[in-house]
């Protein structure tokens, strides 16, 4: 009993055709994704900058003083 081997394997192609409606789907859904991650991120830092803002500048105590003396005793705003 001889073997014999195969000199030229049989390969089996599939032809794809590339769908261009297709790719526009997912590039049009890439760029929502991106766009999303960028408002996320542009409203994030508006917060941290205006969380920043009241940190470095915060309310002066004579400013809390006034307004508390305007509307209460003297003796109830003698905290400060």
Known sequence: MKMQTLIQPEIKLKIVNFDNST???????????????FKFYQKLFLILLTSCTFLIFPELPKNSEVLCEKYHSIEACNVW
């Not at 526009?24 to 999303?36: P, Q, T, V």
């Open 23 to 37: 790719y526009k789907i997912k590039e049009k859904l890439n760029n929502a994704k991106f766009s999303l991650k």
